[in-house]
């Protein structure tokens, strides 16, 4: 969720908001859950010094509380950000997609301020989490118009794929993005990627493109990663921060005051 709202005019919470048009109506954050668990410490904070923490900072810190209650590392969580007033789901074209190429990956992350280590350290997030078969069902069955499957998937692994992704399936149906250890925050995603067993194609190009492999290979190791995916989230954490007069601190996180 944190991810989400960053890449979308900056980290002002503006993915909480509800309305018909709302960031969180469209189709990429459509499958977004937790927002209850920002909304109950909000109301908790207000009723102890009203007006004094945004949405915005509430979201920060349970980004990083995840991370360590699911066995990942912890760091320091720079706060101050002010909460933004617009949210439209039409600013979230530009929110990295399923099937970007590895270019178009490296662009978005560089277009706000993040280099190619912090997108394969941030995209490390998919440790935890699931997947919609509609996403990488293409991949599956007919990659690319070939009537076959994309090579980049491990042959071993593809019948498992098929098997919770029938071709005509459920595309709502959700499969774990790190197989195995999908409630864990640890490497065993960068090692399913060096094995072929990346569920979304996005993923997957990040070990068969060398641009972006070696730092996948640097991951393979559980110290490099818990220490690079946390500055990495304060670098994002940092973006187009609302501050001052900007924005303001929401009453309720699920509009604007």
Request: hydrophobic share 35%.
């Amino acid at each position: 969720m944190f991810f989400h709202d960053c890449f979308v005019n900056g980290c002002d919470a503006s993915i909480l908001i509800n309305g018909p048009t709302a960031e969180k109506t469209a189709v990429p954050n459509v499958p977004l859950r937790g927002f209850e668990v920002i909304d109950s410490a909000k109301s908790q904070l207000e009723a102890i010094c009203p007006g004094v923490v945004s949405c915005a900072d509430i979201l920060a810190l349970a980004a990083r509380d995840s991370v360590v209650l699911s066995g990942g590392t912890s760091w320091g969580v720079p706060t101050g950000r002010r909460d933004g007033l617009v949210s439209q789901a039409s600013d979230v074209a530009n929110l990295p997609a399923f099937n970007d190429p590895i270019s178009v990956q490296i662009r978005k992350f560089s277009d706000k301020g993040l280099n190619t280590q912090d997108l394969v350290a941030l995209v490390g997030g998919h440790t935890i989490g699931t997947a919609a078969c509609a996403t990488f069902n293409y991949r599956l069955y007919n990659f690319n118009n070939t009537n076959g499957p994309d090579p980049d998937i491990n042959q071993s692994f593809l019948p498992q794929l098929r098997a919770l992704c029938p071709n005509g399936g459920d595309g709502t149906t959700r499969v774990g993005l790190d197989t195995g250890s999908v409630n864990s925050f640890d490497n065993s995603y960068y090692v399913n990627l060096r094995n072929g067993r990346g569920v979304l194609e996005s993923d997957a190009k990040l070990w068969s493109d060398p641009t972006t492999q070696r730092f996948v290979q640097q991951f393979l190791g559980l110290r490099g990663l818990n220490i690079e995916f946390g500055r990495s989230m304060v670098k994002m954490g940092n973006t187009e921060l609302k501050t001052g007069s900007q924005g303001e601190i929401r009453r309720v996180c699920t509009a604007t005051n």
